[in-house]
Structures are given as C-alpha cells and as structure tokens.
C-alpha cells in the first residue's frame, strides 16, 4: 500500500519529500526507518521502477553505482580499515550504495531534470560529507551500518572498526559486468565506439579491461559526452598522443570530470596558486591526479607549505615541479617527514624548493635506512644535514641500487670522505657513464682534481681544466714516476 501510495505522488513532491528523508542529526536517532523510506523510494531505478528515477539511463544509474563504490571504499580506508576489509565490506554494501546513489539523485536532482551527468567530483564532494556525518554519528559501527543497512546499530553501540574477516571473495558480478561491456560487439558486429576511440588513442582491450577492474564506472563514459572531450582538452595543452593511454591508465577519474565546472576553474585555481600555466603538459604528464583533487585539499596542502616558510612563488614552483605532493596526507606524510630533516639540522623550506619530493619518502622505509648507513661510515649528524641541505635529492635514492656502489667506488679514489659532505652531489651521477671515466682520465695522468671538478663540468671543461692542471704540474716538476703522459693531454 504504501508503494501504491508513492507512485501516485507527483515526482517534483516525492523528490521534496526524499530531500526530508536525508535530514540527519543526532536528535533524530530513528535513522533506520528514514533511510528505508529513501531506499523504497529509489527502488534500484531498474528493479522496481521508481517514477522519479526513470529519466536516468541504466548504463549511467550503474556508472553512479561505481563512483559511490569508490567514494565509500576510500572513506573506509581512511577510518583505518585495510583494502582487503573496505573490500568485503564493500561487496556486503548493495543497499548502502544504492542509498548513496537515492541521496546523489535528491542532492542533483536539478542537474537530472535537465539530462545532466555528474561528474566525479561532484559524486564525491555530495557524499563525502554525508559520510562524515555519519560516521559522526555511529562511530565505529559505521562497517555495521553499512553491511546491514538499512538495518542500522544503535548509535551508542561501540565496536571494533576492523570486522572479523570472511572468505576473500572474487569480483563481484558488477565489476565483471564492467569490465565485459569493454569487449561486448553491437548488432553490427563493432565494438563499442569508446573502446574503438580509445584503441585508436593507442590501448589495447587488456590494458582497457585493466583500467575498468579497477575503476568500473570507466566502460561506462559515453565517448562524446566524457571520453573525448577530456582528450582532445589534453591534447590542445600539448601532451603527445602517445602519453593520453599513460594519463588515463593513471587516474581515469579525469574522464567524469566536467571540463567547464570543475577541471578548468581546478586549473585556474592553481594557476592563482603559482603553478605555471605554461607547463600544464608536462604538470599533468608527472601526476594525472592532480585536476582530481578538491579545492580544499590543495588548500590544504598550500597552507603547509606556508608554514614551512616557502613564498607565494615558491609554492607556485613546487606544485609545477611535484604536484603529486598534494596527494600526501599533511598529518600523516609531510609533517612527520619534514620534523624527520628538521631533526637532522635540515632547512625544510630550503630542500622544499630543492627536491619537494624528499616528503613523499616513508620515514621507515627510505630515510632512516639512509641515515644509519651514513651513520655507520663515520659521518656525524651535523654532516649528514649539511649533505642534504646540499643535495636535496640524496635520500631519494635507493640504498642498494646506488648509494653503496658508488660508496664502495668512492672507497677506492684518493679522496678523504668530507668531500662528500662538501659535494653529496657524487651520488647524483651515473656509476658507470661519469664517474668510473672521468676519475680514470684523473688517475692515468697522476694528477689531482677536486670531486667537483671532475663530475660537475662538461666534457669540454673537464678536459681543459685537466689540461691546465698537468701543464702547472709539468711546469712545477712535480710529477712522479712517469705517471704524466703528455701525449694524453686532450684526449678523450
């Protein structure tokens, strides 16, 4: 009866009274019964056949679908829960999401009542919030309410966040389905004109069914409306054609974003910031994702820097050169990082504007690893910061591939270990193709450079300065035993 009674009110009044249903506080604890009305009323939208939802296309219905997963996974990740447990949770989450989408469709329902799509951001920016509130709300047993909803826990209840873990389940059947629409073939035989469009771009159907496992909403972009329009804007910046499959394989995401709401007022945003607008190709080359992040979370990230003390062109600097350092968590990530140097003497602005991607290291992983094999060959910690203020990359490479070779190399060169600290730059260069050439021509003629000397200049400086210092040892008598060649001098 009481369906009965909802097909017969008008749609423009059931969409008011879904709006009343999402009123959440905490002094309306009958959160069960409110939601079940929303979830009766959205009824799947292809199941059974709400007369509000009707406009909105299946394919689109399960794109949303998708983009709530990813909403709700990533929210679950950041209250603690491991992939493999926001998973499960996930696949117990049909209701939930489908609640989600109810909510996305009262929010927007303007934007649906003139055919309009949501894109990414928008989906997230509309339920993110009302996650928040939520999980302010039920704390942790938020995992309850989602698993059983609408069958929601009292409010008071506390529980552990991290359920007990079930069977590790395999796809579910609509990520399959997802990722089955990309090699599907139309009455004529073709397949679907985004997946020719892309295979044209230069993917392969593997590498596109690689994007939809991870991403599902992606097979579900209409080529005209999201797809190329997003493309072609990549291409008028100046990324190669050969980059856009790399872009799209990264963050797909960019694909559900409106260009004219949010992906260019995101770029004119950041260009205010500082990031150079003339360099868009190569910023989006280094991090795809950085047109996907909200405004508040680059708000954030500027106001850390900031108190780092770096400039207004500064900042500007650091985002072109690294704009993934959005992406990091400033609690979690840069501030840990940055009190790191700062513990070992190191001007944090200073390597900043240096080597901004010195704060993407793990602490654990990267940087205290480094530290303690520094530390094991005699340098102190006064000298392991000046190294770094001097070459803000040093810890950004790796100890085994690098630092030790060309560590034991140095061993074996007549240099006292404080020209390391006066040039760290020496791990920068190439073992086999800088170094190992360029200290024999030193050696085979018995004379002596500073380190600096020998890996810094260019070929032909090098060699003139070699020159010049044979000549003086030649001039002052001072070379030993037949080491000195003159017929060396110039050589290559």
């Not at 090699?183 to 230069?202: H, T, V």
């Not at 795809?288 to 850390?304: E, I, M, N, W």
């Not at 060309?406 to 170094?435: A, C």
């Amino acid at each position: 009866m009481k369906m009965e009674a909802l097909r017969s009110i008008h749609s423009s009044d059931l969409w008011s009274l879904c709006g009343r249903a999402f009123s959440f506080t905490r002094s309306q604890p009958a959160l069960p019964e409110k939601l079940f009305f929303c979830r009766a009323k959205f009824g799947d939208s292809g199941v059974n056949g709400s007369s509000s939802l009707r406009v909105v296309p299946s394919t689109l219905l399960a794109a949303e679908k998708e983009e709530a997963k990813a909403v709700l996974t990533l929210f679950l990740k950041k209250q603690g829960l491991s992939k493999g447990v926001a998973a499960r949770t996930i696949n117990k989450s049909d209701l939930f999401i489908d609640h989600l989408v109810s909510r996305l469709h009262s929010v927007h329902k303007s934007r649906y009542l003139v055919g309009r799509e949501l894109t990414t951001l928008e989906i997230r920016d509309a339920l993110t919030p009302y996650l928040e509130s939520l999980l302010e709300e039920y704390g942790n047993v938020l995992v309850d309410l989602v698993e059983n909803f609408p069958n929601a826990p009292p409010p008071a209840k506390q529980k552990a966040l991290a359920p007990v873990s079930p069977p590790v389940s395999t796809l579910d059947s609509k990520k399959l389905k997802a990722i089955s629409r990309v090699s599907e073939l139309d009455s004529s035989g073709d397949l679907r004109p985004q997946i020719l469009y892309l295979i044209e771009l230069g993917m392969d159907l593997e590498k596109i069914k690689l994007i939809t496992r991870r991403f599902p909403a992606f097979s579900y972009y209409s080529l005209e409306g999201k797809i190329k329009p997003v493309v072609e804007f990549l291409l008028d910046l100046g990324i190669p054609k050969a980059q856009i499959p790399t872009i799209l394989g990264k963050r797909p995401q960019l694909c559900g974003i409106s260009l004219s709401e949010n992906l260019i007022p995101t770029m004119t945003f950041l260009e205010n910031l500082g990031v150079d607008k003339t360099q868009w190709a190569k910023v989006i080359q280094r991090f795809p994702a950085v047109l996907t992040y909200s405004r508040q979370k680059v708000k954030q990230t500027v106001d850390f820097l900031y108190e780092m003390g770096l400039s207004a062109e500064g900042i500007g600097k650091v985002l072109t050169r690294c704009p993934n350092i959005i992406s990091y968590s400033i609690e979690e990530k840069l501030r840990p990082t940055a009190e790191y140097f700062r513990s070992l003497g190191v001007d944090v602005s200073v390597l900043l504007q240096r080597c901004p991607q010195s704060l993407g290291c793990s602490i654990e992983a990267n940087l205290k690893p480094v530290t303690e094999f520094f530390l094991e060959r005699g340098f102190t910690v006064e000298e392991i910061g000046t190294m770094i203020s001097r070459f803000g990359a040093l810890y950004t490479f790796s100890l085994t591939e690098n630092l030790i070779p060309k560590w034991e190399f140095f061993l074996t060169m007549d240099y006292d270990k404080s020209e390391l600290v006066k040039f760290p730059q020496y791990f920068g260069y190439s073992l086999e193709e800088r170094i190992k050439p360029r200290y024999a021509r030193v050696k085979v003629h018995g004379v002596k450079l500073l380190l600096n000397q020998v890996l810094s200049l260019s070929g032909s400086n090098f060699e003139n300065v070699l020159k010049k210092k044979i000549e003086k040892a030649l001039s002052d008598g001072c070379h030993e035993n037949g080491k000195l060649k003159k017929f060396g001098i110039g050589s290559t």
